[in-house]
């Protein structure tokens, strides 16, 4: 991103809707095109996620909304590293230069970048014919060699989870005239709800140090409950047994299930959660647990980690199996 002295209509448009987000020195009010990000003796975590209009979010989603949802699913992946957050760079792909959809975006953003401080550090933007695409890579922070990933989990480690699963899988079915749709239309306090959480994601980055000082393991809930567990498993090279019971649900998503509007597999494989999802050796679990309730934040145990590579176990309240026939969201 850059301003020369006589400015194109894109370095216009950058200097009228993205200049005033830019408020880390290292970005050099965006008149360079790169940027300076100092370590400060620390590791830097590096995230990325596109989101796309039609796949991530609907043409008729707020621009607001589209702005708060780009960032914070990169502040998600941080939270789930035990990052800080330390900035980012955006790359806008738009259909046209509009201002009753640039302004109330950017003025999104910016609030979200002044609230979790993650200033706007640079990025790029382009003309496009086809689906409009915001594109974050988001930087983080953590002492030398205290990321966590997803290969450290261990036999006998808790798997915790936070905030509520499935929502915002039903928040989409709300928006598209799904099942969830229809059986909430006499309740649109629960309906709006459920669409928020997919709209706008709330990443858990109160929890960040928590997760860094006492998970083995973690990543965050983005394709689906079920399939990021398999992955991070997988990483691993260890299995699983899950309590369906004991996974957590918004009154709104429970009363679904128990009207059998949807079925549970709807809610585990659903994506855009933005919960961590993280395990924990036994010693350590009420630690994190009280972490979560000095944050306002409820984090709840949901199974063991255990050895092999066999297929995970979902049991439900009587201990019998549950095969799942889906277990995440898939883009190819």
Avoid at 97 to 102: Q, T
């Amino acid at each position: 991103m850059t301003t020369p002295q006589n400015p194109s209509a894109e370095d216009s448009l950058i200097a009228r809707y993205f200049k005033p987000l830019a408020t880390d020195p290292g970005a050099f009010g965006l008149v360079d095109d790169a940027a300076v990000l100092s370590s400060s003796g620390d590791d830097i975590v590096v995230t990325t996620d596109a989101i796309v209009e039609g796949v991530h979010y609907l043409a008729s989603d707020p621009p607001d909304t589209i702005a708060r949802k780009a960032l914070r699913v990169n502040l998600s992946d941080l939270a789930a590293k035990g990052a800080v957050p330390a900035g980012f760079v955006l790359t806008l792909a738009l259909r046209a230069k509009e201002d009753g959809w640039l302004r109330p975006f950017a003025d999104a953003l910016g609030e979200d970048a002044m609230e979790f401080a993650c200033p706007l550090l640079g990025g790029d933007t382009v003309s496009t014919p086809g689906p409009q695409m915001i594109s974050i890579t988001a930087f983080g922070r953590v002492p030398k060699g205290r990321m966590v990933g997803r290969t450290g989990a261990r036999p006998g480690d808790r798997i915790l989870v936070t905030g509520t699963i499935g929502d915002a899988a039903l928040g989409l079915d709300v928006l598209t005239g799904g099942a969830a749709a229809a059986a909430l239309a006499t309740d649109p306090v629960a309906g709006q709800a459920l669409v928020s959480r997919y709209r706008v994601p709330q990443p858990r980055n109160v929890l960040a140090r928590a997760v860094r000082d006492h998970a083995t393991a973690a990543m965050d809930v983005s394709d689906g409950l079920a399939g990021d567990l398999v992955k991070l498993c997988a990483a691993s090279g260890v299995s699983a047994t899950v309590d369906v019971m004991s996974v957590p649900l918004s009154a709104a998503a429970a009363g679904l299930i128990a009207r059998n509007v949807v079925c549970v597999e709807t809610l585990l494989a659903g994506g855009d959660d933005y919960e961590v999802l993280c395990t924990v050796p036994p010693a350590q679990v009420d630690a994190l647990l009280a972490a979560g309730r000095a944050a306002g934040l409820a984090v709840t145990a949901i199974g063991t980690i255990v050895a092999g590579q066999q297929r995970m176990r979902f049991l439900d309240g009587q201990g019998q199996e549950l095969v799942l026939k889906r277990l995440s969201y898939s883009h190819f």
